[in-house]
Each structure stands twice: as structure tokens, then as C-alpha cells.
């Protein structure tokens, strides 16, 4: 099977395409097109997909396609120049997924169905009914499990901040954020609790103490007791190395700042790429061994994604407001 197509290659596809659909290409030009093509299979493999979307798109565009192409026409109504077709051809590009193996698919029916969501780049401030408080990272969900013998809380995608009030009943009820890996019993006040992408869980103490405990795991050994400043990996093999964090920076990141130490940018576009709607894509191999440090708005992805372009001489393009592709610039 061919090597899925790299940004550059779909990049490449969407041009020649562009140039043979423009009415002006010659016959020097479909020639060199059919050689670039035979040239390497990932070629022939993004200038397939990219007919096969075309085909759909001069038939009839199905939901949600019709509608993201519709936003995207109405951002460039009639585009007359290269560059503004190169932009309604990156929307098509994200919307085939070709960015990169990308697909696009409906939320579980969890998700859809919980009982509090945010959508992404938004974070929501919940007031639970023991007086406790949820705070929603940008794209998550939970349900609400509060009965006369628990304060459950289950964690169906991205991460929450908890500030847990003590319970004025007779007999104090447990409170415990629950994910398919785990679950964060809290002894004291604030931590987060966030499913990642790996499929594992990040449990964070900033107040007190949270008991992290594995679902799977037998309780003995599947249990480790975080204090501040401290946090774990919850697998399907149980929980992890205890690690540091700085907690003034978790903090903040749930509160709307990125705060990194010499990180790597790979990570930080990851972390950026959460808050933004549509794909931040970027090649992890390339940008190796640049490191970040500073303060980023996750409010304002743009604005950060500016701020890394000026201080680290980054490469960042604009293929409508659903792809974004951030790389190194060409060699002088």
C-alpha cells in the first residue's frame, strides 16, 4: 500500500489540479502533471483522492460536507486568484481528510448525550449541586452521577479542573472523576483529571490530596495516593511513574494560558491544536530539537501560533480557518 501523502504532496496535488482545472494549462503542463504523478506512489495516491473528491463535489455534496464547503465558499465567494482557489482547496482537502490520514467523524453517543459538553475552544464553569465546581477544558464532556451515597463524576472525553466542596451531609459522600482508565478519588480540594489522546489518563493535584486508582487494576497495587505538585498516568496496566508538575501552570492552562518551560514545540502545537476547530498539522520529525518557553492564549490560537511564527522563524499557513499547517520555510 502507498505511503499516505506527506502536507507537501497535497499541497503539490492541489496545484496541479488547480492548473489543470483553470482552462489555461498546456500541453507542457499536462505532461509534466502525469510525470509528477508517476514519480512516487504517494503522488498517484493524493491526485486520486483529489479527482474523487472533485467528482463528489460536482455531483452532490452530502451533509456535513455541503456545509463546511458552503462556509468556506462564502469566505471566498468567486475565487478568481491562484492563491484564493489554493485556499478553498485546502477546506476540500481537510474535508476529504487527506491532511494527513485525517477522518471526520460523529462524536460517540456518550458524548453527545452527556449531561454538560464544551465545544472546542471553549471552557465551561459548572456549579454542581453539593456546591462543588467543574471546570470544562476545550472539547469535553461528562455526566453527573450524584446520589445519596456518591459524588461521581464521569469523564467521557477531554479534561476537567474540580473544586471539590465538602459534602454537608450526615455521611460525607465520596467524590471521584471516573474514565475508562481510572478513578481520581479526591481527599482535599482542586486537581484535574484528562483523558488523552494515547487512550490513557492524567491525573493532576494542585490542592490536597487525590487517591488515583485503576479501574482494571486490583486495588493494592492499582492505587497510588498524589499530593501537590504531583501527578500520574493511568493505563490499562495500572498507574504509572509519579511525576512533578508545576502547578500554577495547570492551573493556568485551565484557566485559558499556556504556560511552558523548554518544551517541545511539537507539544505545544498538540496542546494549541486542542483549542482550535478543524486540524493544526505539522510534521513532529522535522520540528524536532526546537524547544518553547512562555505564556500563549488558548483563547486565541491564532494569536499564539503568530507569536511562535515571529520568535522561532516558524512557517505558518492559513488553508481557510480549518487547516492549519505550521512548518519550517524553504532554504534561502
Not at 235 to 261: F, W
Not at 293 to 322: E, Q
Request: with cysteine; hydrophobic share 40%.
Amino acid at each position: 500500500m502507498p505511503d499516505e501523502p506527506t502536507l507537501a504532496v497535497i499541497e503539490q496535488a492541489t496545484d496541479w489540479h488547480l492548473l489543470l482545472q483553470s482552462g489555461e494549462a498546456t500541453a507542457t503542463d499536462r505532461a509534466a502533471c502525469k510525470a509528477w504523478r508517476a514519480r512516487h506512489p504517494s503522488h498517484e495516491l493524493a491526485w486520486q483522492r483529489m479527482q474523487a473528491l472533485w467528482q463528489q463535489f460536482d455531483a452532490a455534496e452530502p451533509p456535513p460536507a455541503q456545509a463546511a464547503l458552503d462556509a468556506a465558499c462564502r469566505i471566498q465567494p468567486k475565487p478568481k486568484s491562484r492563491r484564493s482557489r489554493r485556499a478553498l482547496a485546502g477546506g476540500a482537502l481537510l474535508l476529504a481528510g487527506l491532511a494527513g490520514g485525517a477522518s471526520f467523524t460523529l462524536p460517540p453517543p456518550a458524548v453527545l448525550l452527556a449531561d454538560h459538553r464544551s465545544a472546542t475552544g471553549e471552557r465551561r464553569s459548572i456549579e454542581l449541586p453539593d456546591r462543588s465546581r467543574l471546570v470544562l477544558d476545550s472539547d469535553s464532556a461528562v455526566d453527573l452521577r450524584y446520589d445519596g451515597s456518591q459524588r461521581r463524576i464521569v469523564l467521557h472525553r477531554g479534561g476537567v479542573l474540580a473544586e471539590v466542596a465538602a459534602d454537608t451531609q450526615a455521611a460525607p459522600r465520596p467524590f471521584s472523576i471516573e474514565t475508562p482508565q481510572s478513578s481520581a478519588r479526591a481527599l482535599g480540594t482542586r486537581y484535574t483529571v484528562r483523558r488523552e489522546a494515547d487512550g490513557n489518563t492524567m491525573v493532576s493535584v494542585l490542592e490536597s490530596i487525590v487517591e488515583a486508582c485503576a479501574q482494571a487494576a486490583p486495588p493494592a497495587s492499582g492505587c497510588v495516593r498524589l499530593h501537590p505538585g504531583q501527578q500520574v498516568r493511568i493505563g490499562a496496566d495500572g498507574p504509572g511513574a509519579i511525576t512533578g508538575i508545576d502547578a500554577a501552570a495547570e492551573d493556568a492552562r485551565m484557566r485559558g494560558q499556556l504556560i511552558v518551560d523548554d518544551l517541545p514545540l511539537s507539544e505545544v502545537l498538540l496542546t494549541l491544536g486542542r483549542h482550535r476547530p478543524g486540524l493544526l498539522r505539522y510534521d513532529a520529525a522535522a520540528l524536532a530539537g526546537i524547544r518553547v518557553s512562555g505564556v500563549f492564549p488558548l483563547d486565541d490560537t491564532d494569536r499564539a501560533l503568530d507569536a511562535l511564527a515571529r520568535t522561532l522563524s516558524l512557517r505558518v499557513r492559513h488553508y481557510t480557518p480549518w487547516l492549519v499547517i505550521v512548518d519550517l520555510p524553504d532554504p534561502a
